[in-house]
């Protein structure tokens, strides 16, 4: 390790994901104390200047932003570093922002050529009035993140005008074809993929990757490296690296598919979408590929910081 660092740890926050951000903090914090880095936590809360306050006093080095969701990951904590001149982990504003908007997001890769699933942004009265693709379809919101508000609208089903008349997410929806098969994912570490780790929700009933198997013990069973071809699992490294480069991320990413392979035939890769912020999480996927590619949590965490160190 190089010579110990003075670090604050970003953590909490405003947005749905804040007790995911608090656990990913609180790993991150002993991960990086044990190296001997000079370590303190700062819960972003509701007043700016309090925490501009914070962070001027505690005179980081670097912050490690280990915050999840809106306001920590899209762009907005990110400026506000910037113009304190702080080093910080993750990427910066532009690709953070660009990630969190999951229609500006497509936009990217579909103009690189990645393959994204047929959608459509709509707003809750349109979405009220009638399917805006044939069933199943996916709904979901713009700007969050673990899978908060999404829901799968399937042939007959009646649920429909109800999730448009409760809609809380903010004016736009996202809506995309229901993709079959499996969900994996491919973590990124600077211009390297990690591996293919295969996921299996486990008893949420609607086989998809909702919040309570990304986080609860035993909602999601992870196999890695994924059983899927060999050429399949490089195609989809490749489409994680260039999905992460073309968002301009920096740092770590982790880039979400969905693998239809219940057609006869080549499978099917999707790009859902690029998280430029990783859970931190005992149970996050992230660190667990890492480990497999024989890097410590310690060490992925020491990573992350010198990575910004250097970007200073």
Not at 127 to 141: C, I, M, N, S, W
Not at 275 to 293: D, R, V
Request: aromatic share 6%.
């Amino acid at each position: 390790m190089t010579s110990p660092r003075r670090i604050t740890v970003l953590m909490g926050g405003l947005s749905s994901e804040r007790e995911v951000s608090l656990a990913s903090g609180r790993g991150v914090a002993e991960a990086l104390a044990s190296l001997g880095h000079d370590v303190s936590t700062l819960d972003a809360g509701t007043d700016l200047a309090t925490l501009v306050a914070a962070l001027d006093a505690q005179k980081p080095d670097v912050v490690f932003n280990a915050l999840h969701g809106r306001f920590g990951e899209d762009g907005c904590i990110q400026g506000i570093l910037d113009w304190m001149g702080l080093a910080y982990t993750h990427s910066g504003v532009r690709a953070s922002a660009t990630a969190m908007d999951k229609a500006a997001a497509r936009a990217v890769f579909m103009a690189a050529g990645l393959p994204v699933a047929e959608g459509v942004v709509l707003d809750a009265d349109t979405l009220a009035q009638a399917d805006p693709l044939p069933p199943p379809y996916v709904v979901k919101p713009v700007s969050e993140g673990s899978s908060v508000g999404v829901s799968i609208i399937r042939e007959g089903s009646n649920t429909r005008a109800t999730i448009a008349r409760e809609w809380a997410y903010g004016p736009r929806i996202l809506v995309e074809a229901f993709i079959p098969g499996r969900e994996i994912t491919v973590g990124v570490l600077g211009d390297r993929a990690l591996t293919v780790t295969d996921i299996t929700p486990c008893g949420n009933g609607e086989g998809f990757y909702d919040y309570t198997a990304k986080y609860a013990a035993g909602g999601s069973r992870h196999e890695l490296p994924a059983r899927i071809d060999p050429q399949t699992a490089a195609e989809a490294m490749r489409i994680a690296v260039e999905a992460h480069s073309a968002l301009g991320c920096t740092g770590a990413s982790r880039a979400d598919f969905r693998l239809d392979d219940t057609q006869p035939g080549a499978p099917r890769l999707v790009l859902l979408e690029v998280n430029t912020q990783p859970g931190m999480t005992p149970t996050s996927l992230l660190p667990e590929q890492a480990a497999y590619c024989g890097i410590s949590y310690a060490e992925l965490c020491n990573w992350l910081v010198e990575q910004a160190a250097c970007r200073r």
